[in-house]
């Protein structure tokens, strides 16, 4: 007789992969009600047919150590549970075949480094002593990562959830979750067909399927399925089960021991889509999809160079298996924007074996907490932009993950597909101009206007045209094509709102300008904003063109029930940005406006007129710049754009690698990279935006944190090499230990060397002066080089210029 179904959880799981089943594990030993379903059995979507390599280096330190974790759980869940995992930490090897994947790789250590990792490169020889079957044609080198392995998934899943069990979670398979079912805005419970349950929080980790089911309760997840290849061979001699695992990026394959076999697979430069005409079959089950032999030939064929006794071993299997991916290539993990108590950990782009059971743990930590505890910003779900998920668009990005997955990971790679979704208004304009384009949330950004953009660790060619256009931001004149996303707050109470919500004070009269920042109850910073006051009751907040999902998640589910109001008006308006010393001349021309300090002072707006168009001036500049932001009605932009350009002596257009050198050498911070919900303004030296006579979230943690003083603190630093070039993630080293990472870089050219920004830990008595006077290096390529540390802006402390 089966089981029958709790009628009240506080975890409803739905889905029984190995991410489902690791929530649930570390729900039920933190001693919460769980329930999982599953609509088959468990492990049957693509967990079962995951090719189980494990890794610790990951994209981002805390997905490392989360990575780490994960390893060293499959490593004493048997211990605990009596269910062997099939873990083996035989280490991997990655063989480099070019210059400039050697490059990459050493990037690659330097950042395993600083995040506690072992790794080191090898001599060719050395990896062949590891790995006997290997020809060594064409290598350049290689590298050891000693902590890395595999595992057996479905062993994984079913000791993970055996764990759940022991700690009191209930698992039900074939059990399909009918409907999450919604009352006033939140989750309360799940519907099978056994009936209600009643759940507190429900948690979507249904894998491939998290697309098609979230829509139909409203909630969008961006994802599709893909293609993925892999065979087995026949037993070969010299395939022990001490073989660490084998990757040969530059031939986009990889290699497994199995059993005294060889699992070979492949993440493709041109990966496939899987579309199924009337989406996932209702009857997928341990289901294996038609494999293209032909499709994988060329990864064959180099695969029998490479290891010269598969030329005499037969094949076994040919093996075509659905995965997912997003479109950005990171999964998703949390809640959903304005939907109480709705989870989701889906997405995980191949990598949900080695990154579900530290997935399973944050998000566990993260309901039973009620907020994040630790920064999880990269994978947050919340970073969702609802538009951007048609089936043709995730489709397609997610054939463009696969294919990048053992591509090169160049500093300034720009995807290619799925592309020009959102345009501002002169973008035909722009890029007639030579603009050569970046994409951020979909937005068409230019990063430069020149020559063709190509890719390298090295100065390269289009470096000119960077390198001109900050030149005449720092010198001249300069016109760039910013992109917000804006939000109308409106309201009888918006001021009190808002003065709650925003560290900085908000009690300031129309055409007032402030920065400030949005913070949780624990201090760190969830939104980077400048709000400008529109009247007495209505307020304009806007966030940088990434942060834009973040910023209105954070607006709306604070406000809520209120009565005071916030819309989404990011498309009503373009923004151009004229900066430059020659900004208030060239403007005053076009304007007829008084825009002298006494008469325009900055932190302020104003309503203008360019040639016969309206425009909110805004006085504030990221570049560090005499300047002013035209933020334009979206019908009158191209007007405004023309009127610019058909000026006497025009400004340069400039792009967003100029602004991003500029605003660096400045110090200026960047949410999602140098600050976020996990970083607050002690240490990230933010207190000036902080008005302590008011009442805000987070201020009593502020207030303790400046009191005890921060175990960290963000610096500037500028390389005293100029030939060093950093791209961000690069380890700090101070008096040769590693005391933190770069969190943004770029090459400063108006000081002469590459500069960035990041956090260093900080010793208790040690004085700001004494951290920033000590005696720093930065990590590039496994090479220290010596850089100056700063607390202040390396161009124009004293912000004369800006004011000016």
């Not at 468990?42 to 090719?51: C, E, I, K």
């Not at 062949?128 to 062993?155: E, H, M, V």
């Not at 035209?630 to 932009?637: C, N, Q, R, S, T």
Request: hydrophobic residues 40%.
């Amino acid at each position: 007789m089966a089981k029958p179904i709790p009628t009240d959880v506080q975890v409803a799981i739905i889905g029984g992969g190995i991410v489902g089943c690791a929530t649930a594990y570390h729900l039920a030993k933190a001693g919460w009600s769980v329930a999982l379903f599953e609509r088959k059995k468990l492990t049957s979507g693509t967990t079962w047919h995951a090719a189980g390599l494990v890794s610790e280096t990951q994209g981002v330190p805390i997905m490392s150590a989360l990575a780490k974790y994960g390893l060293d759980l499959m490593e004493s869940l048997e211990e605990e549970t009596g269910q062997n995992t099939g873990f083996k930490r035989n280490g991997s090897i990655t063989l480099a075949l070019n210059d400039a994947r050697m490059e990459e790789l050493r990037r690659k250590v330097d950042y395993a480094h600083g995040c506690g990792i072992q790794a080191e490169e090898i001599p060719p020889e050395a990896a062949q002593d590891r790995w006997p079957l290997l020809s060594l044609q064409d290598a350049k080198g290689a590298f050891w990562f000693p902590g890395d392995g595999y595992t057996n998934p479905i062993d994984t899943t079913m000791a993970l959830a055996k764990g759940a069990r022991m700690n009191g979670a209930q698992i039900f398979e074939d059990t399909k979750v009918t409907r999450v079912v919604i009352e006033g805005g939140r989750t309360v419970g799940v519907e099978t067909a056994e009936g209600l349950v009643r759940a507190e929080h429900v948690v979507n980790a249904t894998g491939m399927w998290a697309r098609e089911f979230g829509l139909e309760h409203g909630v969008q997840i961006p994802l599709h399925y893909t293609n993925h290849y892999y065979v087995v061979t026949d037993p070969i001699e010299g395939v022990t089960g001490d073989l660490p695992v084998l990757r040969v990026m530059d031939e986009y394959a990889y290699y497994k021991e199995d059993a005294g076999k060889l699992l070979i697979g492949c993440s493709e430069p041109h990966a496939t889509p899987w579309l199924p005409k009337d989406g996932l079959p209702e009857h997928f089950e341990f289901d294996e999809l038609p494999c293209d032999e032909e499709h994988l030939y060329p990864i064959l064929e180099a695969a029998m160079e490479r290891v010269p006794a598969l030329g005499t071993s037969g094949i076994r299997k040919f093996f075509n298996g659905p995965e997912c991916f997003t479109p950005d290539a990171k999964h998703y993990l949390g809640p959903v924007g304005d939907l109480k108590g709705y989870w989701m950990a889906t997405g995980f782009n191949s990598t949900g074996i080695q990154n579900g059971p530290g997935a399973g743990k944050a998000l566990a930590e993260w309901i039973i907490a009620g907020h994040m505890t630790m920064d999880l910003t990269d994978v947050d779900s919340r970073r969702i932009l609802p538009g951007l998920n048609a089936r043709s668009y995730t489709a397609t990005k997610a054939a463009e993950t696969l294919s990048h997955a053992y591509g090169m990971h160049w500093p300034y790679l720009r995807k290619t597909e799925a592309r020009g979704l959102r345009r501002t208004p002169y973008y035909t304009q722009l890029k007639d101009a030579g603009a050569q384009f970046g994409s951020a949330n979909g937005w068409e950004r230019p990063l430069y206007y020149g020559r063709e953009m190509t890719d390298g660790f090295g100065r390269e060619p289009w470096f000119d045209d960077w390198q001109a256009e900050h030149v005449v931001l720092r010198e001249d004149l300069g016109l760039i094509d910013l992109t917000f996303g804006r939000f109308i707050v409106d309201g009888v109470d918006a001021e009190a709102q808002m003065q709650h919500l925003c560290g900085a004070n908000l009690a300031v009269p129309p055409g007032a300008l402030v920065y400030t920042h949005m913070f949780n109850a624990q201090g760190g910073i969830e939104a980077d904003v400048t709000v400008a006051r529109l009247s007495g009751t209505r307020f304009l907040v806007m966030a940088s063109a990434g942060a834009e999902p973040q910023c209105e998640t954070w607006l709306k589910t604070n406000l809520a029930g209120s009565g005071v109001s916030v819309v989404n008006v990011t498309s009503s308006e373009a923004t151009l940005a004229v900066m430059g010393p020659r900004s208030r001349d060239f403007l005053t021309a076009l304007s007829g406006a008084d825009l002298s300090n006494g008469a325009f002072p900055f932190g302020t707006w104003q309503d203008l007129h360019i040639g016969h168009s309206p425009v909110r001036a805004q006085r504030i500049t990221y570049v560090g710049e005499l300047g002013w932001e035209l933020h334009v009605p979206a019908e009158f932009a191209q007007q405004v754009f023309e009127t610019l350009m058909g000026a006497d002596n025009p400004p340069r257009l400039c792009g967003g690698m100029a602004v991003d050198s500029c605003r660096i050498e400045k110090g200026f911070r960047h949410w999602g990279h140098d600050i976020g919900p996990h970083d607050g303004p002690v240490e990230s030296g933010l207190t000036f935006a902080c008005d302590f006579d008011t009442d805000f979230i987070g201020k009593p943690a502020i207030e303790a944190k400046r009191a005890e003083g921060a175990d960290s603190r963000l610096l500037l630093f500028k390389l005293d090499d100029p030939e060093a070039l950093v791209f961000g993630k690069e380890p700090i080293l101070r008096d040769g230990e590693i005391v933190g990472r770069l969190t943004s870089a770029s090459f400063g050219w108006s000081v002469g060397g590459g500069v960035g920004m990041g956090y260093v830990s900080r010793s208790d008595g040690a004085s700001l002066k004494d951290l920033a006077g000590a005696s720093y290096q930065i990590m590039v390529a496994g090479r220290a080089v010596s850089a100056t540390a700063s607390l202040r802006a390396l161009i124009d402390p004293s912000n004369d210029r800006m004011r000016g």
